[in-house]
């Protein structure tokens, strides 16, 4: 089983990117999605996640209104469309696969990772 996340890359502040998550090996159709960042010196934390319909979503309240959590089920994707970036939003950015179908703010919810895609946001 593998989360494979792609999308990142260097952006001016207020820029946009994309982040795609792409899971293989199983299907998470199933299951709720997040995303979690982390910066350098401090812990992951919580980005986005998304229930297994797409129905259902949370966001940080420092990303929300921003940021956009979505998924292709039929294409076993999900995806983080970023806008407005700061270069606060700086950080490794990680998908996660739930352990239930409802997306969570708890890392410990999360049964597989991917390895993380760079995102660096320049003043």
């Known amino acids: 089983v593998q989360l494979q996340a792609c999308g990142g890359g260097l952006v001016q502040a207020g820029g946009s990117l994309r982040l795609s998550c792409a899971a293989s090996g199983r299907t998470f159709s199933n299951n709720g999605m997040g995303w979690f960042r982390q910066a350098p010196g401090k812990e992951r934390v919580f980005v986005s996640s998304?229930?297994?319909?797409?129905?259902?979503?949370s966001y940080a309240d420092s990303v929300k209104g921003r940021f956009t959590i979505s998924r292709d089920n039929a294409k076993n994707t999900v995806f983080l469309q970023m806008n407005s970036l700061k270069p606060e939003d700086t950080a490794v950015y990680y998908c996660a696969a739930g352990k239930s179908s409802y997306g969570s703010s708890r890392a410990g919810d999360y049964g597989y990772w991917g390895q993380g895609t760079q995102v660096t946001v320049s003043s």
């Open positions: 998304i229930a297994w319909s797409g129905g259902r979503t």
